[in-house]
């Protein structure tokens, strides 16, 4: 199995950027799906973005698309999460995820392991 450990959250102003770390123990992010949700109190854990096992293929939500890419490093065993022009919307804590299949997982209980997840606050 996989562990995962999130990092990079933070305070930032409306319009800033933030490059969110996952990174890896026991198994290479090259064996997952891996993607990123977020969670607000009170709501849901909300898809943000994913890519399949062999990356390529990546799937936005709606509300991040043009402003958040997510990239791997193999050789870091590391998944990022890299987020610009921030909005008040986008506060949350941060998780990543990893999962099984060749196909991009967009569901949260598609995943089977999770980080403790990374706090990002927006400042207007």
């Known amino acids: 199995q996989v562990q995962l450990v999130e990092s990079g959250g933070g305070l930032v102003q409306a319009g800033g950027s933030l490059r969110l770390s996952c990174a890896a123990s026991?198994?290479?992010?090259?064996?997952?799906?891996m993607g990123w949700f977020r969670q607000v109190p009170g709501k849901e854990r909300e898809f943000v973005i994913a890519n399949r096992r062999s990356g390529g293929i990546t799937v936005y939500a709606g509300s991040v698309k043009g402003r958040f890419t997510m990239s791997r490093d193999n050789a870091e065993n590391t998944v990022y999460l890299q987020m610009n022009n921030l909005k008040s919307e986008d506060a949350a804590i941060y998780y990543c995820?990893?999962?099984?299949?060749?196909?991009?997982?967009?569901?949260?209980?598609?995943?089977?392991?999770w980080g403790q997840g990374t706090q990002v606050t927006v400042s207007s």
């Open positions: 995820a990893a999962g099984f299949g060749q196909r991009v997982l967009t569901s949260s209980n598609t995943y089977d392991y």
């Open positions: 026991g198994r290479t992010v090259s064996s997952y799906a």
